[in-house]
């Protein structure tokens, strides 16, 4: 079946630093595949997606790469802030009649 | 235009009572999800509706645990006699089809069981 592997946390870092949180996936055929957010006491909300391979999703500063040949997603950002702080889900979706498949999220802290 | 608004935002039952959770989606949406998210944990998907259909139910426990979309009004997700380790935040989220490109999430009910 579908899953999605990423890496553990938590993740601390200084303000400024660069962010790579890493992401790879199982899946038959060419699935869609997605970051979300969730900020302390919120639901998900949707950071950046790409339908096929070799795409780049980006947004806010962050962005990951659809690497087939990898089967990976990584998610990186430049320069962190600290109202990043955060649990980042990578998900994928194999486009049909199934739901989205979650990792089990990477919590990141952001520090002045 | 609202996003998917869940009801209430926290409830507190005690052993043995029943839960009631409410998910309204997005306008225009018809595809509804319930996942569950345990402490520290990531999201579990739980059960796929569109409207008075429940199209995959693989995730809920085959037990204590029922959910309905009907034609009209929110999506409920039941839980009957609750023990304390379905304390978890439950969240629903709606797309206007079921490729999953599209999910917008509600902001959550966090269950409590004492």
């Known amino acids: 079946g579908n899953s999605v592997t990423q890496m553990e946390g938590p993740v601390t870092l200084s303000e400024e630093a660069f962010l790579t949180i890493n992401c790879t996936y199982t899946?038959?055929?060419?699935?869609?595949l997605f970051w979300y957010v969730q900020y302390p006491g919120e639901g998900l909300q949707l950071l950046l997606k790409a339908t096929k391979a070799d795409d780049k999703g980006s947004n806010k500063g962050f962005e990951a790469t659809y690497r087939k040949e990898t089967t990976s997603f990584h998610l990186e950002k430049g320069s962190v802030q600290v109202s990043d702080s955060a649990v980042y889900f990578c998900a994928l979706s194999d486009r049909g009649n199934t739901p989205l498949v979650f990792g089990k999220g990477t919590r990141l802290s952001v520090i002045a | 235009n609202a996003g998917v608004m869940q009801n209430p935002r926290h409830l507190v039952r005690r052993r043995g009572q029943e839960a009631r959770l409410r998910c309204s989606p997005m306008?225009?949406?018809?595809?509804v999800y319930w996942y569950r998210q345990l402490p520290e944990e990531g999201l579990k998907f739980m059960v796929y509706l569109q409207k008075e259909n429940i199209i995959d139910e693989s995730g809920m426990p085959k037990e204590r645990f029922s959910a309905e979309f009907p034609k009209e009004g929110p999506s409920i997700l039941r839980i009957q006699q609750v023990v304390r380790g379905d304390s978890a935040a439950y969240f629903c989220?709606?797309?206007?089809?079921?490729?999953?490109?599209?999910?917008?999430f509600g902001s959550g009910t966090r269950l409590t069981v004492v």
């Open positions: 989220a709606s797309s206007p089809d079921p490729t999953g490109d599209g999910y917008t």
């Open positions: 306008k225009g949406h018809s595809h």
């Open positions: 899946a038959t055929g060419y699935p869609s």
